[in-house]
């Protein structure tokens, strides 16, 4: 069957450092994939929206300087988190979408701690 | 992109059948109704989705009113794992739109 997969699913890093994350698609291709923030608070906010082909669109509060996302082939997306500070923490959601418009797969999200 | 509203919370017994409302008041006609559910930990779990016919699956039926402005997710015989917020979501049907999630209904399900 067709899932979403997040990794790592827990992560802590140092205020000011980095942070990758990383999604992949099985058993479907990807054609586009939404990055979410789910804060402590549960509010999701939508970070941007990634359609193979079309540029990344992000979301107003987030850019591309501080949330760089790569999206190379139709199976997997990865996005960073620059300079992460405490009000970076969350869990993030990558959703992904396959050809016919089906309706996105969400992965288990990854959950960012900032110490 | 349009706003549902749901209740915040709801309670209910082991075995009993649950209908979550949904109002969609300015639901636009390329506007599709996406059902997810979540539960601590996890990331949104797809439940169903429709434009105007009822639809159902092994997890629920979804009743969406003639006029489109409300509909009503109805899961049967619910069990403790039907515990968690479930999300009423409109979605147009272009390729490049989102979902965009609301705070959704806490749903409580106890023995």
């Known amino acids: 069957g067709a899932l979403v997969y997040q990794y790592p699913r827990r992560t802590i890093c140092k205020s000011g450092t980095s942070m990758r994350m990383e999604c992949q698609a099985v058993?479907?291709?990807?054609?586009?994939v939404a990055w979410y923030r789910q804060s402590p608070q549960k509010t999701f906010e939508l970070i941007a929206l990634?359609?193979?082909?079309?540029?990344?669109?992000?979301e107003q509060n987030f850019t591309q300087e501080k949330f760089p996302i790569s999206h190379p082939n139709l199976s997997f997306s990865s996005m960073t988190v620059l300079n992460a500070y405490l009000e970076d923490r969350g869990l993030y959601l990558c959703?992904?979408?396959?050809?016919?418009?089906?309706?996105?797969?969400f992965g288990e999200g990854t959950r960012l701690s900032v110490l | 992109d349009a706003k549902t509203t749901q209740p915040d919370s709801m309670e209910s017994t082991e075995g009993e059948t649950v209908h979550l409302p949904c109002s969609h008041a300015t639901i636009s006609g390329n506007e599709y109704i996406y059902w997810y559910r979540q539960v601590p930990l996890q990331g949104p779990e797809y439940v169903t989705h429709g434009l105007q016919q009822n639809t159902t699956n092994s997890m629920a039926f979804l009743a969406i009113a003639s006029d489109r402005k409300s509909s009503t997710l109805i899961l049967p015989h619910v069990s403790l794992r039907d515990a968690a917020v479930y999300h009423c979501i409109l979605r147009a049907s272009s390729s490049f739109s989102k979902l965009v999630f609301g705070q959704g209904t806490s749903l409580s399900v106890v023995p």
């Open positions: 990634s359609t193979v082909n079309s540029a990344i669109k992000y």
């Open positions: 959703g992904a979408r396959g050809q016919n418009n089906q309706a996105p797969l």
């Open positions: 058993g479907f291709q990807a054609t586009s």
